[in-house]
């Protein structure tokens, strides 16, 4: 069983940063993609960023230049860095590790952009 657990949400003032973790434990399936998606209150969920196990990424239009997307295979691990956050960003953001069959999501982070 994969769990998937989300980590870094929080309060931050406009044009502030935030780091997210995403840790997905795995016995024997291998972990292949891993990614944000976020979803604000009456809103459709939205991808944010997405990242292969060979590194390759792609990230909404919306967060380019301000979102990076990072991993560590040996530790199953996602990482989110957002920069010059706006309230635009407030939303729950949920990540997912994908193998070959199945795609696990966590239980969502909430992250709030205010002064």
């Known amino acids: 069983q994969v769990q998937v657990v989300e980590s870094g949400g929080g309060l931050v003032q406009p044009g502030g940063s935030l780091r997210l973790s995403c840790a997905a434990s795995?016995?024997?399936?291998?972990?292949?993609?891993m990614g944000w998606y976020r979803q604000a209150p009456g809103k459709q969920r939205e991808l944010v960023a997405v990242?292969?196990?060979?590194?390759?990424?792609n990230y909404a239009d919306s967060v380019k230049g301000r979102c990076t997307i990072s991993r560590d295979n040996a530790k199953n691990t996602v990482y989110l860095q957002m920069t010059s956050l706006t309230p635009e960003d407030t939303s729950v953001y949920s990540c997912?590790?994908?193998?070959?069959?199945?795609?696990?999501w966590g239980q969502g982070t909430q992250v709030a952009v205010s002064s």
């Open positions: 997912h590790a994908d193998t070959v069959s199945t795609r696990y």
């Open positions: 795995a016995s024997i399936p291998t972990i292949h993609n």
């Open positions: 990242i292969t196990s060979g590194g390759s990424t």
